[in-house]
């Protein structure tokens, strides 16, 4: 059974950067896959990115997103630069037993309760 409680949501301004976290407790966090989605308001939940056994990320946020992971601190981060009205949404914390890369919301047995982006102009 593994906790996950994301932080580092906020209002921000188009442009600016935030920096999400996402600590774990229980399990093995060095095995498991992790990753981020968002769920904007009247939208499904999307892929963002992942760190596995390769590191993948949605086209919409690459180049302007890193995923990393800290197995120390049980930790995995979302650095968000370039903030764009789009990237609204509750972002959420992911993970599944296993290495493999998957981008589907199915495919994750946990999940954090949420941390709330907003980007304003």
């Known amino acids: 059974q593994v906790q996950l409680v994301e932080s580092g949501g906020g209002l921000v301004q188009a442009g600016d950067s935030l920096r999400l976290s996402c600590a774990a407790s229980?399990?093995?966090?060095?095995?498991?896959?992790m990753a981020w989605f968002r769920q904007a308001p009247g939208k499904e939940r999307e892929f963002v990115a992942r760190?596995?056994?390769?590191?993948v990320y949605a086209e919409s946020v690459k180049g302007r997103f890193t995923i990393s992971r800290d197995n120390v601190k049980k930790t995995v981060y979302l650095q968000m630069n370039s903030l764009k009205l789009e990237d609204t949404a509750v972002y959420y914390c992911?993970?599944?037993?296993?290495?493999?890369?998957?981008?589907?919301?199915?495919?994750?047995?946990?999940w954090g309760q949420g941390t709330q982006v907003t980007v304003s102009s």
């Open positions: 760190i596995g056994a390769s590191t």
């Open positions: 992911a993970a599944r037993s296993g290495m493999v890369v998957f981008t589907t919301p199915e495919r994750y047995e946990y």
């Open positions: 229980g399990g093995t966090f060095s095995t498991y896959g």
